[in-house]
């Protein structure tokens, strides 16, 4: 299977991509399985599980205190601005697994997140050590020597926010029926991927205007 295991909808802030383009797309490039990880919130994978003909991942990535912490086989959404340990609490209580996206940032004025510390990663199941949106290959190897000393499964996503993203990196692995089987296949998957063009960031910014503009002319017509 080819499974893009970060990938956004409309229901992030930040996107405009509308669940059945999502579903087109997938089709189009025979990605097999998405994990949709909209920001705070699992209604838009809730929403695709029922219309895709391919497997969801149903995910969120969360925005905790210390940073963001990806869910995912969730049935709850967590809500966000929660401590990192109890956000995970939040995520094992229900069977999900806990993955650390882009561990390392995406520019070099990053610094390393704060969920990098041993009391955290002893509780992680996967880490994020290839996405599409990272330009810095030094990210890459400093995400993978990361996984390779918590000794855990490596994963890799286009973390798109357009259609057109949609597996850019995604990985090769077997079926899986749940999580522990889905881990089972992670760990002999392989990564693969080429980096996303920075001009991709100004349809994230783009989207996050239209929005705010679209939520601001709502807020006008009911006051």
Not at 75 to 99: A, D, H, Y
Not at 213 to 222: A, E, M, N, P
Request: proline share 5%; glycine share 6%; with cysteine.
């Amino acid at each position: 299977m080819k499974v893009d295991l970060h990938v956004h909808s409309c229901y992030s802030h930040d996107c405009c991509t509308p669940l059945e383009v999502i579903v087109q797309s997938c089709l189009r490039k025979r990605i097999q399985c998405i994990a949709l990880s909209d920001h705070n919130t699992i209604q838009g994978a809730l929403e695709l599980k029922k219309l895709a003909p391919f497997k969801v991942i149903v995910s969120e990535e969360v925005m905790t205190t210390d940073g963001e912490i990806m869910g995912l086989f969730l049935k709850e959404e967590i809500p966000q601005g929660l401590s990192p340990e109890e956000t995970i609490e939040r995520i094992k209580k229900q069977g999900g697994l806990v993955n650390i996206p882009h561990p390392y940032g995406r520019w070099p004025m990053d610094k390393n997140s704060k969920l990098l510390v041993p009391d955290i990663m002893r509780q992680v199941d996967l880490v994020e050590v290839f996405n599409a949106r990272s330009p810095l290959h030094s990210g890459y190897s400093k995400a993978c020597e990361l996984a390779e000393r918590h000794n855990l499964p490596m994963a890799a996503g286009s973390d798109a926010h357009t259609s057109s993203e949609i597996g850019r990196a995604y990985i090769k692995m077997a079926d899986f029926d749940s999580p522990d089987s889905f881990l089972s296949s992670l760990e002999k998957g392989e990564i693969v991927g080429q980096r996303s063009s920075p001009f991709v960031h100004f349809a994230t910014t783009m989207a996050k205007i239209r929005k705010k503009h679209i939520s601001g002319i709502q807020h006008s017509s009911t006051s």
